[in-house]
């Protein structure tokens, strides 16, 4: 039986480029280069018809570890909580202060980027703390 080596997240959104661009800023991810033939991702889109541009975009990580985010047009918008979301590791191994105070850093960074604050999730028992947010479509993430 075969296992699987790769996988992308696919996000459903209103706009695909302004989002895919704002998940890049937040991991570090790149844009691709734009198809053979094309020198930038303005003219492969303009050479589409009307109903497809600006349907789709896509990041990945440039050391090709991390999945690759592709972002798709819908007509919908966004209604309910997310059944999946991003946790962003930014705090792993740190505990108590340091990670609030590392975690609050990254919020202050994503809320600039156009993201919004939602909660914090204070330490437990079993967990430590983490800061809900949305991006900037609204979809939820955790800064963990």
């Not at 937040?26 to 003219?43: H, I, K, M, Q, R």
């Not at 047009?73 to 909580?81: D, F, H, L, S």
């Not at 962003?88 to 975690?103: F, I, K, N, Q």
Request: glycine content about 6%.
């Amino acid at each position: 039986m075969a296992s699987v080596k790769q996988f992308q997240v696919t996000f459903d959104c209103a706009e695909p480029e302004r989002v895919a661009r704002f998940w890049s800023e937040v991991l570090g991810y790149v844009v691709p280069s734009p198809p053979e033939g094309f020198a930038t991702w303005d003219d492969f889109n303009h050479s589409l018809p009307p109903e497809d541009q600006d349907s789709w975009f896509a990041c990945s990580d440039p050391s090709g570890v991390g999945p690759r985010l592709y972002f798709q047009r819908v007509p919908e918008g966004k209604v309910v909580k997310n059944r999946v979301h991003l946790d962003v590791r930014v705090g792993t191994g740190l505990v108590g202060e340091e990670r609030l105070a590392t975690l609050e850093a990254e919020c202050a960074r994503l809320v600039a980027l156009g993201a919004e604050r939602v909660r914090l999730l204070p330490a437990d028992d079993e967990n430590e703390s983490c800061l809900v947010m949305q991006d900037i479509e609204g979809n939820e993430f955790c800064l963990d």
